[in-house]
């Protein structure tokens, strides 16, 4: 079994910072890509930025040039450093992993979340 922990959400003004970590642990043979996700109250969860395990990230539009994601392999963990917030950024946000496990198969993973709060 598999299970992702996120840390580092919180309450910030606008135009602050935070970091989101995300660690993995438990059978994991390798971690394939990685990524965050975010969900607003009455709102679908959407993509927020990915990362492959060879680097190459993705971001969707409402982050770009404020968000940045990445990731320490050898530490099986994920990133997303987010400058400039605003308060539409307020969302639950979810890490995501692709996981093939000690026992070869292939996984989707969901952390439980990390409730980030931007106040105007």
């Known amino acids: 079994q598999v299970q992702l922990a996120e840390s580092g959400g919180g309450l910030v003004q606008a135009g602050g910072s935070l970091r989101l970590s995300c660690a993995a642990s438990?059978?994991?043979?390798?971690?394939?890509?990685m990524g965050w996700y975010r969900q607003a109250p009455g709102k679908q969860r959407e993509l927020v930025a990915t990362i492959t395990s060879s680097g190459y990230t993705t971001y969707a539009d409402s982050g770009k040039g404020r968000f940045t994601i990445s990731r320490d392999n050898a530490q099986n963990t994920v990133f997303l450093q987010m400058n400039n917030l605003k308060p539409e950024d307020t969302a639950v946000y979810y890490c995501?992993?692709?996981?093939?496990?000690?026992?070869?198969?292939?996984?989707?993973?969901w952390g439980q979340g990390t409730l980030v709060t931007v106040s105007s």
């Open positions: 438990g059978s994991i043979f390798t971690l394939n890509g």
């Open positions: 995501h992993a692709e996981v093939w496990t000690s026992r070869r198969e292939y996984r989707e993973v």
